[in-house]
C-alpha cells in the first residue's frame, strides 16, 4: 500500500498558478488497478474529486470547475504525482488531499472519496482575488 506525502501549495492572486506533487512510497500506486489523485475539500463540505488518473496514464478525470486550467501528471521514475493548477481563482481556494485507491472499472476511476483508502496529509491552497 502506498504512503503518499504532498508539497507545494501557498497563497496566490487570482490568475496565477501552483503545483501540487505528491510522493508516493511503498508499491502499487502506478499499477493499472489503481486511481490516484487529488480532491479539495472546503470547511464544513465533503471532499470532492478535482483531478484523477489511472496508474500508468491511460485516462484521466477532470472535475467540470477545473477543465482546461488544471493538469494531472505522473512521474513514474519519482513515483511523484502532480496536480498544475493554472488561473487559479478565489473559488479554487480549499485544502487539497492526494489519494489513492482501486479504480471503478477498465478506464475509470471512482470519483467518490469513500473509495480512497489512502490519503495525503493534505496542503492548503488560498486564491486572492
Known amino acids: 500500500q502506498a504512503h503518499l506525502v504532498e508539497s507545494g501549495g501557498g497563497s496566490v492572486q487570482a490568475g496565477g498558478s501552483l503545483r501540487l506533487s505528491c510522493a508516493a512510497s511503498?508499491?502499487?500506486?502506478?499499477?493499472?488497478?489503481?486511481?490516484v489523485g487529488w480532491f479539495r475539500q472546503y470547511p464544513g463540505k465533503e471532499r470532492e474529486a478535482v483531478a484523477l488518473?489511472?496508474?500508468?496514464?491511460?485516462?484521466?478525470y477532470y472535475a467540470d470547475s477545473v477543465k482546461g486550467r488544471f493538469t494531472i501528471s505522473q512521474d513514474n521514475d519519482k513515483n511523484t504525482i502532480y496536480l498544475h493548477m493554472n488561473g487559479l481563482q478565489p473559488e479554487d481556494t480549499a485544502m487539497y488531499y492526494c489519494?489513492?485507491?482501486?479504480?471503478?472499472?477498465?478506464?475509470?476511476?471512482?470519483?467518490?472519496?469513500?473509495?480512497?483508502?489512502?490519503w495525503g496529509q493534505g496542503s492548503q491552497v488560498t486564491v486572492s482575488s
Open positions: 489519494a489513492a485507491g482501486l479504480r471503478k472499472s477498465f478506464g475509470y476511476c471512482y470519483t467518490g472519496p469513500r473509495y480512497y483508502n489512502t
Open positions: 511503498g508499491s502499487g500506486y502506478t499499477d493499472k488497478m489503481n486511481c
Open positions: 488518473v489511472i496508474g500508468g496514464g491511460t485516462s484521466t
